[in-house]
C-alpha cells in the first residue's frame, strides 16, 4: 500500500519561510519523478513544482520560480519543498504526489500523478 506522508505546513508572515516533507513508503521511491500541487479554497488544485527520478531536472511553476525549491532524498523515501519570500496568495493546503515509475520528463497535470498525499496546509498571513 503507498502511502505519502506531508509534514511542515503551518502559519508563516508574509515574506518568511517554511519547509515541507513527504515522506514515502509501499513503493520504491527512487524510481517515481515526485511533484507538488496546492489547492486553495474554492480553486482547483495547481501544480507547483516537480522532480525528477534521478534529481536531475527540476521544473516550476511560473508563480513560485525562484521562490520555492524542490528536492529528494531517495535515502530516506522523502521529498521536500523549501518555500521562500512566502506571499499571502501562497496560502493554500500543499499535496505531494508521485508520478510514474522510471518516466522522462515531468508532467505538471493533476492526472498525471497515481498517488497522493493527504496535504499539508500552508497559511501566509499578510
Known amino acids: 500500500q503507498v502511502q505519502l506522508v506531508e509534514s511542515g505546513g503551518g502559519l508563516v508572515q508574509a515574506g518568511g519561510s517554511l519547509r515541507l516533507s513527504c515522506v514515502a513508503s509501499?513503493?520504491?521511491?527512487?524510481?517515481?519523478?515526485m511533484g507538488w500541487f496546492r489547492q486553495a479554497p474554492g480553486k482547483e488544485r495547481e501544480f507547483v513544482a516537480a522532480?525528477?527520478?534521478?534529481?536531475?531536472?527540476?521544473y516550476y511553476a511560473d508563480t513560485v520560480k525562484g521562490r520555492f525549491t524542490i528536492s529528494r532524498d531517495n535515502a530516506k523515501n522523502t521529498v521536500y519543498l523549501q518555500m521562500n519570500s512566502l506571499k499571502p496568495e501562497d496560502t493554500a493546503n500543499y499535496y505531494c504526489?508521485?508520478?510514474?515509475?522510471?518516466?522522462?520528463?515531468?508532467?505538471?497535470?493533476?492526472?498525471?500523478?497515481?498517488?497522493w498525499g493527504q496535504g499539508t496546509q500552508v497559511t501566509v498571513s499578510s
Open positions: 504526489a508521485a508520478d510514474r515509475p522510471l518516466g522522462v520528463g515531468l508532467r505538471v497535470g493533476v492526472r498525471d500523478y497515481n498517488y
Open positions: 509501499g513503493l520504491t521511491f527512487s524510481t517515481y519523478g
Open positions: 522532480i525528477s527520478w534521478r534529481a536531475n531536472m527540476t
